[in-house]
């Protein structure tokens, strides 16, 4: 079956300005989650949404930054007035649900990413 | 808060060799899972292998298996008879009792030599 899915796969961008990135989850899924990779390092949690609300935001480094998944399914991180450092790889990821306290794990499948680039 | 520590950046390991990548992590919770990906140059994440902290054997997957010492903090992955396909970059990442989100180490680059 399709994956994760991303687009675009590379998004070049001035400074100060807007972009949106997409993510298409596995169908079925209804845990979705963001992440960013900046260069030699691991990826960072941004914000997961259980169905359409977000569950957990505390990793959105500041206001500029917003996601919405207004049906369950596709997300949309949003990003405004851009700046160089937000130069990173934006990964998304979707699981079945949500893990619980004692339950077994519950495997996050990553998209390819979007490689954002702030000139 | 949890932390991920991978202290080796770069590693080689000779094709058919095992080779082991570490990973220590700090949390307070008692309930956690431990997860490993590997990140070809592609790109994308590929999960390899999971353990959760109330599992009392180490789990395996494949050549994969996961050195896991409670005590200690640790979960180290143990590739064995390494091939050449598996030059990537590797991460430790743990998911603690509360949130869902992986919060992950800085990651290995592994590189195997023919």
């Known amino acids: 079956g399709a994956g994760v899915s991303q687009t675009p796969s590379n998004k070049v961008t001035e400074k100060g300005k807007y972009v949106e990135l997409r993510c298409d989850p596995i169908s079925g899924h209804t845990a979705l989650y963001w992440y960013r990779q900046s260069l030699g390092q691991g990826p960072e949690f941004l914000i997961y949404f259980q169905g359409t609300g977000a569950a957990d935001d505390s990793g959105l480094p500041n206001d500029r930054f917003f996601a919405v998944r207004p049906e369950g399914s596709v997300s949309t991180l949003k990003i405004q007035r851009t700046e160089r450092g937000d130069s990173a790889v934006y990964l998304c990821?979707?699981?079945?649900?949500?893990?619980?306290?004692?339950?077994?794990?519950?495997?996050?499948?990553f998209g390819p990413g979007t490689r954002l680039t702030v000139l | 808060a949890q932390k991920i520590t991978q202290t080796q950046p770069g590693m080689f390991v000779q094709e058919k060799e095992a080779v082991t990548l570490d990973c220590t992590y700090d949390?307070?919770?008692?309930?956690?899972?431990l997860f490993w990906y590997k990140q070809p140059s592609s790109g994308e994440m590929i999960f390899l292998i999971y353990?959760?902290?109330?599992?009392?054997q180490n789990a395996t997957e494949g050549r994969y298996s996961l050195n896991f010492q409670k005590a200690r903090k640790s979960a180290n992955l143990v590739i064995s008879a390494s091939q050449l396909g598996d030059s990537a970059m590797y991460f430790c990442?743990?998911?603690?009792?509360?949130?869902?989100?992986?919060?992950f180490g800085g990651g290995t680059r592994l590189m195997v030599k023919p």
């Open positions: 990442a743990m998911r603690d009792r509360a949130g869902n989100m992986l919060t």
């Open positions: 353990q959760g902290s109330y599992d009392e």
């Open positions: 990821a979707s699981s079945p649900g949500l893990a619980g306290v004692g339950s077994s794990y519950n495997e996050q499948f």
């Open positions: 949390t307070s919770d008692q309930s956690y899972g």
